[in-house]
T-cell receptor, first 113, second 110 residues
Framework: DAGVIQSPRHEVTEMGQEVTLRCKPISGHNSLFWYRQTMMRGLELLIYFNNNVPIDDSGMPEDRFSAKMPNASFSTLKIQPSEPRDSAVYFC???????????FGSGTRLTVV | KNEVEQSPQNLTAQEGEFITINCSYSVGISALHWLQQHPGGGIVSLFMLSSGKKKHGRLIATINIQEKHSSLHITASHPRDSAVYICAVSGQTSGSRLTFGEGTQLTVNP
């Protein structure tokens, strides 16, 4: 298994542009999580899905952020419009479900200038 | 007060030393996770435990549910163990979502 695959690995964009981050979870994993990591706030949950359904999106900072999971093998996190304060590393992780361990993707380092 | 607190925040050791990182939490949990993050940023899940002790190579994780405390031990530490170690919990009422500690930066010198 190739693990959790995220793309792109690095993204540099100008303020105001739309950014789309992508994640392919491990096949058979029913839970998918988007986390953001910054120096100031550490790791924080943005949203998680169970069986493709968003369960908890209370961590999504504002309406500029949206996430979708159209099927069990793909999820996107979109920021529109992007702002410099969105610069962070965004991690996707998947798990078989409650009570199972996590597998993290390699992360997408986003820089908004 | 954070729900998950780790100590120490920074730890420097000499190669070969026995290392302990501590984690305390204040909520009911379904499981506790120890994660490792190397420079370069990738996160690896080391352990998930809900009771007792687990061992993998030179790493040992223990948890005391009554005291709401967990420890991560590294025996015969090596410079390649240098990383940030993060404690995280999944709550009894929060489903699978993780709440993270702030991490412990470990540096092992040769």
């Amino acid at each position: 298994d190739a693990g959790v695959i995220q793309s792109p690995r690095h993204e540099v964009t100008e303020m105001g542009q739309e950014v789309t981050l992508r994640c392919k979870p491990i096949s058979g994993h029913n839970s998918l999580f988007w986390y953001r990591q910054t120096m100031m706030r550490g790791l924080e949950l943005l949203i998680y899905f169970n069986n493709n359904v968003p369960i908890d999106d209370s961590g999504m900072p504002e309406d500029r952020f949206s996430a979708k999971m159209p099927n069990a093998s793909f999820s996107t996190l979109k920021i529109q419009p992007s702002e410099p304060r969105d610069s962070a590393v965004y991690f996707c992780a998947s798990a078989k479900g409650v009570g199972y361990g996590y597998t993290f993707g390699s992360g997408t380092r986003l820089t908004v200038v | 007060k954070n729900e998950v607190e780790q100590s120490p925040q920074n730890l420097t050791a000499q190669e070969g030393e026995f290392i302990t990182i501590n984690c305390s939490y204040s909520v009911g949990i379904s499981a506790l996770h120890w994660l490792q993050q190397h420079p370069g940023g990738g996160i690896v899940s080391l352990f998930m435990l809900s009771s007792g002790k687990k061992k993998h190579g030179r790493l040992i994780a223990t948890i005391n549910i009554q005291e709401k405390h967990s420890s991560l031990h590294i025996t015969a530490s090596h410079p390649r163990d240098s990383a940030v170690y993060i404690c995280a919990v999944s709550g009894q009422t929060s489903g699978s979502r993780l709440t993270f500690g702030e991490g412990t930066q470990l540096t092992v010198n040769p």
